[in-house]
């Protein structure tokens, strides 16, 4: 069974279209994937935390080198680690040698 | 049907994608390695280059914004610590570089002179400190972070993301290094991944097998990156609360959960919990396999058994 997530909040959702939308100019294929998955993170870990008033400025670069740069509302200052509170569970059958296309082992 | 597969290296260990359109074969693994070769650039600890190396370069406290990338790797190997209690935790850098473990792996040699060590905990997760919203992050003094244990399931996933998002249409599987990550829709008998304790193992026709529709399979093991200091073997797998390699009953566990990410913390959280594992394992509801040191083999979380064993 999928371990239950919170809904984003309408401003969530509309914050990181936002910052997603701004990150896009400059930003490669990979970079706009980050970013739009680094804010259903950002959403996730903070969960129950309030928005502040003030905006922020920053700039990264991507793997092409190009600079974007955003202005953002901040969360909360509290860092948090917290995202959903369980690993997600999956489910396996058994499988035949015969089609395996893969191993999986340490390494 | 006919999947197509290309092989490689990357992250100091095997690459393989396989899609299930093979027209679909060069466009998804072009977009694997690019997702691959960022995480590296972001992630690495090899590499004085990379962003992490030079985020948490000097003595001190260290603080910066970091990218989108290195954040989400962050928060991901942040999570895995709080999801288990601290038992795979992203500060266990010194104590692997203290095992003998400082250089890729390639590189570490496999026999040396005797090393003295420690029982020392690791400084913990807490003291790196993530600000998601503005990507600014904090690493207390005396932390050396190491994102190995959850960064190449996380490059599984976002490169199976990735491919499939490239290709348009059918299904994915990514496997780096046994981290098997699948994305899009699985060939109609499900992707049928063996199960191994070592991920450079050739397919045999008598390897226990699974087939998977979506999520992810990973495996944590003892029995692969070795080295041997003073006649004293030597393993990556770092015990935060003792500082050195895992000592418990598991010398590998498989674990299939919603992502590769949750499988691999699942995994190398049950080398360290040792003994107390596969109760973990089963209350969290999660499919695995362990073997233990003797090779016997546990079963859990609905793990299915052998085909042989089933009729």
Redesign the interface.
């Known amino acids: 069974?999928?371990?239950p997530k919170r809904r984003l909040t309408p401003a969530e959702r509309d914050r990181g279209l936002r910052l997603r939308g701004r990150?896009t100019t400059g930003f490669g294929?990979?970079?706009t994937?980050?970013?739009a998955?680094?804010a259903v993170?950002?959403a996730h870990?903070?969960a129950g935390s309030s928005t502040s008033a003030g905006t922020?400025t920053?700039?990264?670069?991507?793997?092409s080198g190009a600079t974007a740069t955003t202005t953002?509302?901040?969360?909360t200052?509290t860092?948090?680690?917290?995202?959903?509170?369980?690993?997600?569970?999956?489910?396996?059958?058994?499988?035949?040698?015969?089609?395996?296309?893969?191993?999986?082992?340490?390494? | 049907m006919t999947l197509a597969a290309s092989r490689g290296s990357a992250l100091g260990t095997s690459m393989h994608v396989v899609v299930t359109d093979p027209i679909a074969l060069d466009t998804a693994t072009a977009a694997v390695a690019e997702v691959v070769a960022a995480i590296d650039v972001a992630c690495s600890r090899f590499r004085d280059d990379s962003e992490l190396s030079r985020l948490q370069a000097g003595d001190g406290r260290r603080e910066g914004i970091v990218s989108p990338l290195l954040a989400l790797a962050l928060a991901t190997a942040l999570r895995a610590a709080e999801l288990t209690g601290g038992a795979v935790d992203p500060t266990v850098g010194e104590a692997v570089r203290n095992a003998g473990y400082d250089v890729d792996f390639e590189s570490v040699a496999a026999d040396g002179a005797p090393l003295r060590l420690a029982v020392v905990p690791v400084p913990g997760w807490r003291r790196i400190r993530l600000y998601p919203a503005t990507r600014r992050v904090e690493i207390d003094a005396g932390v050396e972070v190491d994102l190995g244990a959850t960064a190449k399931a996380l490059a599984a996933d976002l490169a199976a993301a990735a491919a499939r998002e490239a290709i348009g249409s059918g299904g994915v599987l990514v496997n780096l290094g046994g981290d098997v990550s699948v994305a899009g829709d699985a060939p109609e008998e499900g992707w049928h991944v063996q199960i191994a304790e070592d991920s450079r193992a050739a397919i045999t026709p008598d390897g226990e097998t699974i087939a998977i529709r979506e999520g992810g399979v990973a495996t944590s093991s003892t029995t692969v990156r070795r080295w041997r200091r003073g006649g004293v073997e030597f393993h990556h797998i770092i015990d935060p609360a003792t500082g050195l390699p895992a000592a418990g009953p598991w010398r590998t566990v498989t674990v299939v959960a919603g992502t590769c990410v949750d499988a691999n913390i699942a995994s190398t959280a049950a080398i360290v919990r040792g003994a107390t594992a596969a109760a973990w394992l089963e209350a969290s509801g999660l499919p695995a396999r362990l073997v233990d040191r003797s090779g016997a083999m546990t079963r859990v979380g609905g793990w299915p058994l052998p085909r042989a064993q089933t009729s």
């Open positions: 069974m999928a371990a990150l294929v990979l970079g994937t980050a970013v998955l680094l993170v950002a870990t903070h922020v920053t700039s990264s670069v991507a793997s953002t509302t901040p969360s200052s860092s948090t680690s917290t995202g959903s509170s369980s690993l997600s569970t999956g489910s396996a059958s058994s499988g035949s040698s015969s089609s395996a296309s893969t191993v999986s082992g340490g390494s």
